[in-house]
């Protein structure tokens, strides 16, 4: 075990990424058992506060993050052991940061809620993506080794680029991730039907195109209602399993100023007769007594 590590990770210059690695599954792990145990209300376990600030922990992940980018910067060229320590502060930070991508993306606290779901997606994405990369995978099939003249392996950069922004458009995210590393999986993806509530299916299938194809969407509803939810319920379980379990109810939002000064501008306007009518009305109330006539 030690020769293969040595081999495939110490002499491939790969130590940094390995700590990387290894820092952004520690931190998320122990930063979801932290939250969970404060969400339990365990006496030694509780929110950082000032005053009456609630500090979140991306803001401690922003600090850790700079601080390891910089310290690698500093120290690629002086040691590969404070280059791997300042790349596993990185990788604290980044685990800090993206375990509240939610709240990032919806600039709302959404972490118990079903949108907090999407901060473990992009911890996973971030972890398979690592590990692909620790196992040598390049992406896009790029090695980086071109010769002068050769227009070969841009043009193949350039296709498989290209086959990745179609999956991805398409919905299929796993696969548009999985086929970065592996290009095969890119072109089954892009060729295959996209998933009913994917930008392409809008463009393309939905009555909003400007050829609308019913077919193709009863056939992207029918895959996504038989293939697609028993994997997204395994998923959620998986999720449920390691994160907790995201079932807090979404606040009702009231309506902000702008919405009901935009309510107050576009409620119509009585017409000048009705309010005559109504003015005289209400002086002959005020007044008691009977209007001359």
Not at 51 to 74: D, K, P, S, Y
Not at 96 to 125: C, P
Not at 212 to 232: N, Q, S, T, Y
């Amino acid at each position: 075990m030690a020769d293969w590590f040595r081999e495939r990770v110490v002499d491939a210059h790969r130590l940094p990424l390995f700590c990387f690695f290894v820092a952004l599954i520690t931190a998320f792990l122990c930063t979801r058992v932290n939250v969970r145990l404060i969400r339990a209300r365990t006496r030694w376990f509780g929110n950082v506060s000032v005053g009456e600030m609630h500090i979140h922990h991306v803001v401690f992940g922003v600090v850790l993050t700079l601080l390891g980018g910089v310290a690698g910067l500093v120290l690629s060229g002086v040691s590969q052991g404070w280059y791997s320590f300042s790349s596993a502060v990185f990788g604290v930070g980044a685990a800090l940061v993206l375990d509240e991508f939610a709240l990032i993306l919806h600039l709302r606290d959404v972490y118990w809620q079903e949108e907090g779901r999407t901060s473990v997606d992009a911890v996973f994405v971030a972890i398979a993506a690592t590990g692909l990369l620790l196992f040598g995978l390049h992406p896009l099939g790029w090695d980086g080794g071109t010769t002068a003249g050769d227009w070969t392996a841009p043009a193949f950069l350039v296709v498989n680029l290209v086959f990745a922004v179609i999956t991805l458009l398409k919905g299929k995210i796993w696969s548009g991730l999985l086929g970065l590393f592996v290009p095969p999986s890119l072109y089954v993806g892009a060729v295959r039907v996209a998933r009913p509530g994917s930008p392409w299916a809008r463009w393309f299938y939905s009555e909003r195109a400007r050829r609308p194809r019913p077919r193709l969407m009863a056939k992207a509803v029918h895959r996504e209602e038989r293939w697609r939810r028993p994997v997204i319920r395994v998923k959620i379980a998986v999720q449920e399993f390691v994160s907790g379990r995201h079932d807090l109810p979404a606040p009702a939002s009231p309506a902000s100023p702008v919405r009901r000064h935009r309510r107050r501008a576009m409620a119509p306007r009585p017409r000048r007769g009705a309010e005559r009518g109504a003015e005289r009305a209400g002086r002959h109330w005020r007044s008691g007594r009977p209007r001359a006539r």
